[in-house]
């Protein structure tokens, strides 16, 4: 049984490539299979998934059209051969820093403010509302969290102000928060990672940060938190 060469090399280069494709959007799948709010239109990256569309059909084609055509020339091998390197070149060009720099610098600048907001559309009644409830719950942390930290949390820009939310609230209450905020006004661009994590405005009644894992699986392994009922009853009036 004699070598296949050309087989071989094509073979590799598909495992590479669908490779990078799971390695990429493999977490954004596993956000979604949790139910986590994605931001499609940021995380898809479309001319990205151009490129690799494009780049695998040639890689597709060439490897059909060297065994659909019953020749073995060696002009004939290396046509295919050429093809199915043109499409791994496309497929792989999205990923060098040439590209990505030059997609970032084509984005419009309100799509790279959001990276530095939550964009929550709720008016300044709304939160002075919002923060009263949780006050009444005693859901927030009164001595280090103020009705101006609060507003400017949720509205304003990340570094536009010193301020903190201290929240009196584990982990499962916390992410059912995020889920009733996100439900009563959905015009934001907050996902639980960067209300928590990324902002670095969001903590525990210590100062600490929440854990992402304790939250991502919260649903899991506690279905309903203790602050349930509370939490139920401060949003019922919102969105």
Known sequence: MSFDLFKYLTTLGLIYIYGRLILHYGEMLWAYMMNERILWNIKIERPRILFMGLGLGVMHLAVYSRYSIESDEFLVLGISFLVFLAGFFLSILPWTDKFKNSMQSQKPAGSLKKDKNFNLNISEDQAQKLYHNLMRYDLLNSEKTSLQDFRNVLIKDWDAHNSKIHFNMDGPS???????????????????KNLFITSELVLRADGKKYKYNTLKNAPIRTPVSKNNQALNSIFKGHG
Not at 178 to 185: C, D, G, I
Request: glycine share 0%; aromatic share 22%; charged share 25%.
């Open 174 to 192: 916390s992410r059912e928060f995020y889920e009733y905020l996100s439900k009563a006004f959905p015009r934001n661009t907050m996902t639980i």
